[in-house]
């Protein structure tokens, strides 16, 4: 697969996630979230594992965002199930532990949520695939933090951009960035004619509320 003519990582994210239909957008045909949301927009960011360019390229650039700013984590967490595969390959290429977060504690055994070998007082980058409202992501974040961890930030392959999501995380006081998003999606989605002039309004509005959006 041919890299795109873009020169930033976020638009030849954006291009990768487009082509192999790791995102999808059809605002005549809207999806169905299990939230029960009609949306646009349906993202599987781990169809990015299968392709091993692409799935390099996106390692490479979480290990420049997290190196640019937070420097060296004592840890890498990986929050499940999306984020597992790719906080995984993130640990490898900086040779740092890893760890991974459950959605909720284990029912048996040791009723672990946090799988992996951590310590008070390390400094943990958390790996996400997408950001949505970020609940996922704030539970493991606070699971960390009640190991004793500081939580330095999280990074994310791609985000929707949402008010709440931004709202939530300010809430926790937890940095957050990603490798591309909605915006800058939109724009490469018509640069190629994924989508045409007509979907941007329905495609804007979805974004502001999607909720309550209807096609």
């Excluded at 638009?11 to 299990?34: D, Y």
């Excluded at 299968?50 to 929050?79: C, L, M």
């Excluded at 532990?97 to 959605?103: A, D, G, L, N, Q």
């Excluded at 989508?195 to 309004?201: A, F, K, R």
């Amino acid at each position: 697969m041919t890299m795109t003519p873009f020169d930033d990582a976020a638009h030849k994210i954006a291009e990768f996630l487009l082509q192999i239909k790791a995102i999808k957008l059809q605002p005549e045909q809207p999806f169905t979230w299990a939230s029960g949301w009609k949306s646009p927009i349906y993202c599987d960011n781990r169809k990015t594992l299968s392709y091993p360019q692409i799935r390099t390229f996106i390692r490479q650039q979480f290990v420049n965002e997290i190196t640019a700013k937070y420097a060296r984590p004592d840890v890498i967490a990986g929050v499940a199930t999306g984020g597992i595969a790719q906080g995984a390959l993130v640990a490898q290429e900086m040779g740092l532990p890893f760890v991974y977060v459950r959605s909720e504690a284990k029912k048996h055994g040791l009723t672990n949520m946090v799988e992996g070998e951590v310590e008070k007082g390390q400094n943990v980058v958390v790996i996400e695939d997408l950001i949505s409202t970020g609940g996922s992501s704030i539970k493991a974040i606070e699971a960390l933090r009640e190991k004793g961890c500081t939580v330095k930030g999280m990074v994310a392959i791609f985000t929707y951009g949402f008010e709440e999501a931004t709202a939530n995380f300010k809430k926790i006081n937890c940095q957050t960035s990603t490798l591309c998003d909605y915006t800058t999606l939109i724009e490469v989605a018509l640069k190629h004619n994924y989508i045409t002039e007509n979907d941007l309004e329905p495609l804007k509005q979805w974004r502001l509320s999607p909720s309550t959006w209807k096609q």
